[in-house]
């Protein structure tokens, strides 16, 4: 059974700094690309992050490109979203989702909650 | 506001159909039959309904159906259940930099 796990989120100040984690397991983690999207608080749903199975290609929403970096650990079977320079309008439930075989995300974890406030 | 549009809510009977719209472009929608769907109860992650516009993974049942027709997607649910009451994302891959992108989402209401 394919589960993911995400920790890490809580309440920041804008600029802040942030590390989110997901721990995958049920699968050929190394196989697959994964991702990052998150949820805003209007529910609206939005891609954050993608990296491929060997961690050798990364693509950002424009909305986080060059303040947010995707990474994993595949023997840890793990995925990484680290957050710098955060904003107001970061604040969400972000999931990490697997990457499906056709350009779907197949499954996603429970979410954590980033809260971004002064 | 969202890349792709969907309507805000939308409501049925047990046992009728219901339609959901999502209306993008010819970057998204429009240019790739990479739509999919998504299902989410209050408080919990979004799940897979359908894939590649009308494909269901091993598990949904043949209530849900997906077609495409230029820039709009529609998701229909046929024989209307209670447990059918929640939110619906679409989501399209898409030409841009942000490679997907997502609908607003639609409140399911089964009357």
Redesign the interface.
């Known amino acids: 059974e394919v589960q993911l796990v995400e920790s890490g989120g809580g309440l920041v100040q804008p600029g802040g700094s942030l590390r989110l984690s997901c721990e995958a397991s049920g699968f050929s983690f190394s196989g697959y690309r994964m991702?990052w999207?998150r949820q805003l608080p209007?529910?609206?749903?939005?891609?954050v992050s993608?990296i491929k199975g060997d961690g050798s290609d990364t693509?950002y929403?424009?909305?986080v490109?060059g303040r947010f970096t995707i990474s994993r650990d595949n023997p840890k079977n793990t995925l990484y979203l680290q957050m710098n320079s955060l904003r107001v309008e970061d604040t969400a439930v972000y999931?990490c989702a697997k990457d499906?075989d056709?350009?779907?995300?197949?499954?996603?974890?429970?979410?954590t909650l980033v809260t971004v406030s002064s | 506001q969202?890349a792709l549009t969907q309507p805000a809510s939308v409501s049925g009977s047990p046992g009728q159909s219901i339609t959901i719209s999502c209306t993008g472009t010819s970057g998204d929608i429009g240019g790739?039959n990479?739509v999919?769907w998504?299902q989410q109860h209050p408080g919990?992650?979004?799940?897979?309904m359908l894939?590649?516009v009308s494909?269901r993974?091993t598990g949904v049942s043949n209530r849900f159906s997906g077609s495409k027709s230029g820039n709009t997607a529609s998701l229909t649910i046929s024989g209307l259940q209670a447990e059918d009451e929640a939110?619906y994302?679409c989501?399209s891959?898409t030409s841009g930099?942000?490679?997907?992108?997502?609908?607003?989402?639609t409140k399911l209401t089964v009357l």
Do not use: C, I, M
């Open positions: 991702h999207v209007g529910k609206g749903l939005e891609w993608r693509r929403a424009d909305s490109k999931y499906g056709h350009f779907e995300h197949d499954y996603w974890g429970q979410g | 969202s790739y990479f999919s998504y919990k992650a979004p799940k897979l894939y590649e494909n993974p939110d994302f989501s891959y930099s942000t490679l997907w992108v997502f609908g607003g989402g």
